[in-house]
């Protein structure tokens, strides 16, 4: 408790070089007690001044009556039980708004409430509930990764979420609106991080034939590749509900044509919130089958907002006539944090998942129709509600 109430600026500031995290922490929390006995020390002065003063009105001011002293002493008792009074209030307060199974730390006029919960325990939800509604912090933080937030949240509940800007990859276009460069925001796929930092640019081609991007493609008796140094611009889904077309095979076909990157027309109006390719280790199995390799694809792919995706594809099909107008993007790939994994490794988690128990645990759970996770959910609506970020 006293490493999480520490002040990371105090251990920052004081950390020699060589030392641990824990050792700067404990370090920070160490300055951060000294900060709070000069506190205390400063509250007693203040008393010590107010007493003297007291006293100094009863001992050399000209007044004779007992009733003076009795003032002063009603004074400093009064004092003393303010002092005293204060911090069992403050506590007396929080106890009675926070559940038990919240703890409360506090450090440099700074508070953090860890509220200890339970999956599949339906009080935890209410608690944390609770804890965010009476305490109404600056920040609510869920202890959780975001692969396993997202696979915990349904499909409708991701489309109504939306995507956060951050998450969200830049891609600039020319060759639009009177040649000048439109830049947009899109949706990437999970893969897009192996190529972090580079710059990726081509001629964007649409292939009406080939509309999906489902299609191998054709042997050229030359060797020349049809999409070389080009992005491929491509629909989402299947021209039927029962083809196979994930990103992941899309985007397979594209680099065995020549593509530098797959950009993907979206159908929703709004992108989603999840990364491209995400999805149970049954589908990445079906993709690695029909791609016929289980490694991640080598070219980057982005999801492009309904509206503008269209438009893109109509000046790239008003292009290929006579005159033709081509339409060019260029994007640096962006870092992303977020957990990515091969067939291989994705394999190899579950199978020992499934052997350490928990996926049998799991299992029992979803049979027996127990929700999980809850808590987290409630912390994000009740964070949304009172404007907290989370």
């Given amino acids: 408790l006293r490493a999480l109430g520490a002040s990371s600026a105090a251990s920052d500031a004081s950390a020699p070089r060589g030392m641990s995290d824990l050792d700067a922490a404990l370090l920070g929390a160490s300055a951060s007690d000294d900060a709070g006995f000069l506190k205390i020390l400063s509250?007693?002065?203040?008393d010590l001044v107010a007493w003297c003063c007291v006293l100094y009105v009863v001992y050399y001011v000209d007044v004779s009556s007992s009733e003076c002293y009795a003032v002063a002493i009603a004074v400093a008792l009064l004092m003393v039980a303010w002092r005293l009074w204060g911090p069992w209030a403050t506590h007396e307060r929080l106890a009675a708004q926070i559940p038990y199974t919240c703890a409360h730390v506090a450090a440099d006029d700074k508070e953090l409430f860890i509220v200890a919960t339970l999956?599949?325990?339906?009080?935890?939800p209410k608690d944390v509930k609770a804890v965010v509604e009476s305490t109404s912090p600056d920040i609510a933080l869920v202890e959780l990764d975001d692969e396993r937030m997202d696979n915990m949240r349904e499909i409708e509940a991701q489309r109504q979420r939306g995507p956060l800007e951050e998450d969200l990859q830049q891609i600039t276009f020319c060759g639009l609106?009177?040649?000048?460069?439109?830049?947009?925001?899109?949706?990437?796929?999970?893969?897009?991080g192996e190529r972090c930092g580079d710059m990726i640019e081509g001629e964007v081609k649409f292939d009406l034939s080939n509309r999906h991007g489902l299609t191998p493609p054709a042997a050229d008796p030359s060797g020349a590749l049809p999409l070389r140094g080009c992005m491929a611009l491509v629909e989402r889904g299947a021209p039927d509900p029962q083809t196979f077309a994930p990103?992941?095979?899309?985007?397979?076909l594209a680099e065995r044509a020549g593509a530098e990157a797959v950009l993907v027309i979206d159908v929703f109006d709004r992108l989603p919130a999840q990364r491209l390719g995400v999805?149970?280790?049954?589908?990445?199995?079906?993709?690695?089958?029909?791609?016929?390799?289980?490694?991640?694809?080598?070219?980057?792919v982005l999801l492009l907002p309904k509206e503008f995706g269209e438009r893109v594809r109509e000046r790239c099909l008003a292009g290929s006539g006579a005159a033709p107008a081509p339409v060019a993007a260029f994007f640096e790939v962006a870092p992303d944090a977020y957990p990515r994994r091969t067939l291989f490794r994705s394999l190899c988690q579950n199978i020992a998942q499934t052997m350490s128990g928990i996926g049998v645990l799991y299992?029992?759970?979803?049979?027996?129709?127990?929700?999980v996770g809850a808590e987290f959910f409630a912390a994000e609506e009740s964070a949304a509600a009172h404007g907290i970020p989370c």
Avoid: Y
């Fill in 43 to 46: 509250r007693i002065s203040v």
């Fill in 119 to 124: 999956h599949i325990s339906p009080r935890s």
């Fill in 177 to 192: 609106d009177a040649g000048l460069p439109v830049t947009v925001l899109a949706q990437r796929a999970v893969w897009n």
């Fill in 247 to 252: 990103f992941g095979l899309k985007a397979h």
């Fill in 279 to 300: 999805g149970p280790w049954r589908m990445e199995l079906k993709v690695a089958w029909a791609a016929r390799t289980c490694s991640f694809p080598r070219v980057p």
């Fill in 363 to 371: 299992q029992i759970l979803i049979c027996c129709d127990i929700e």
